[in-house]
């Protein structure tokens, strides 16, 4: 057999330390069942943080109900580290739903949203706050390459960014996640949006303000696997595109205009075959118009569904989240 290899480890940009100009950073890192990759992340986004002192810099875990020693690890660094604090939620009430939490419970003049698996690169903090000092109040991460992921994946991350940038109302930045470093009147513009329904990234772009971006190469996880399955993949694909557009809808009713308009020839020609050709058997035909009208018709129907449930989602009115307990005197 041939002999394998360790695949090298991903390479970790570094920046010069960035010099502290009376700003007070909040990085907010939603997790959930990342036991594993805690302490690395720690390790890194500190080393990133440099001179940070608690006086300063605020490391904010948020555990969406993990069901492994996630809290716990977050105790842990918080003993060793002031400047670490940690939000508890009930249960898992999903990734957007645990960032929403972060936002409101960060207390810095900037805030750096990114998640615990290190496929982002912390180190990238310094680069991102000397764009914000050019006078960005947005800075995000667009991605150059995904390292690590299956063609599938990337494949669909890239078809989903340009169909979604072609139905939604804004200009949402294209192959950018929620990886971003925001300033607090972006922070304060996004906690008094009402919407249930979290899609962070086209609320950020909604906002406006000045928006710059930071070019990186995403890294493959640190250690585990995704909890970012299909089903969810898709349901915020779905959330992102009935928050940020009406288009589908529109389609909707242009796919009824023309089934309308093929039913008119199709009855035109039965018609005249009734009347000048006779009638002949043709159950087959008619099954597949009749299956093809049936299928759009879910289609539509199944476009008006998704508006409807995000509706319902809305008008409950019960709050993004509830929290178990806190550490490091998060209020």
């Known amino acids: ?30 997790c959930y069942n990342e036991e594993n990759n805690l302490l690395p992340f720690y390790e890194r986004i500190r080393t990133a943080l440099g001179h940070y002192t608690k006086e300063n810099a605020q490391i904010l875990f948020v555990d969406d109900g993990s069901t492994d020693t996630s809290w716990q690890k ?6 060793n580290d002031p400047a670490v604090t940690g939000v508890r ?27 615990a698996d290190l496929q982002d690169p912390p180190e990238l903090l310094p680069e991102m706050m000397r764009k914000m000092d050019e006078g960005f109040d947005v800075v995000y991460g667009r991605r150059l390459s995904r390292e690590g992921e299956t063609y599938f994946k990337k494949l669909s991350a890239w078809v989903y960014y340009r169909v979604l940038g072609r139905l939604s109302d804004v200009e949402i930045p294209l192959d950018a996640g929620d990886f971003r470093l925001i300033s607090q009147d972006v922070v304060k513009a996004l906690r008094n949006l009402p919407e249930r329904v979290r899609y962070t990234r086209g609320l950020v772009s909604w906002l406006g303000f000045s928006q710059g971006a930071v070019e990186y190469i995403r890294h493959p996880r640190h250690n585990g696997e995704t909890h970012y399955t299909l089903a969810k993949m898709l349901r915020l694909a779905g959330d992102g595109i009935t928050s940020f557009s009406t288009r589908p809808l529109q389609l909707a009713t242009w796919v009824g205009m023309a089934m309308m308009g093929v039913s008119t020839i199709l009855l035109g ?21 009749f299956l093809l009208s049936q299928a759009f018709q879910w289609f539509v129907l199944g476009i008006i569904g998704n508006y409807v449930a995000v509706i319902f989602r809305e008008t409950k009115g019960r709050p993004h989240y509830v929290v ?3 550490v490091g005197g998060v209020s």
């Open 269 to 289: 020609y039965v018609f005249v075959s009734w009347m000048f050709l006779g009638t002949v058997p043709g159950w087959t035909s008619l099954a597949a118009i």
């Open 1 to 30: 057999m041939p002999e394998r290899h360790a695949l090298p480890a991903p390479a970790i940009p570094h920046y010069a330390p960035y010099l502290l100009k009376d700003q007070r950073v909040s990085i907010v890192v939603p």
């Open 324 to 326: 178990r307990e806190t």
């Open 74 to 79: 977050i105790e842990q660094l918080r003993a």
């Open 89 to 115: 939620l009930s249960r898992n009430f999903g990734h957007q739903t645990a960032l929403t939490c972060g936002l409101e419970h960060a207390n810095g003049n900037r805030v750096l949203i990114i998640d």
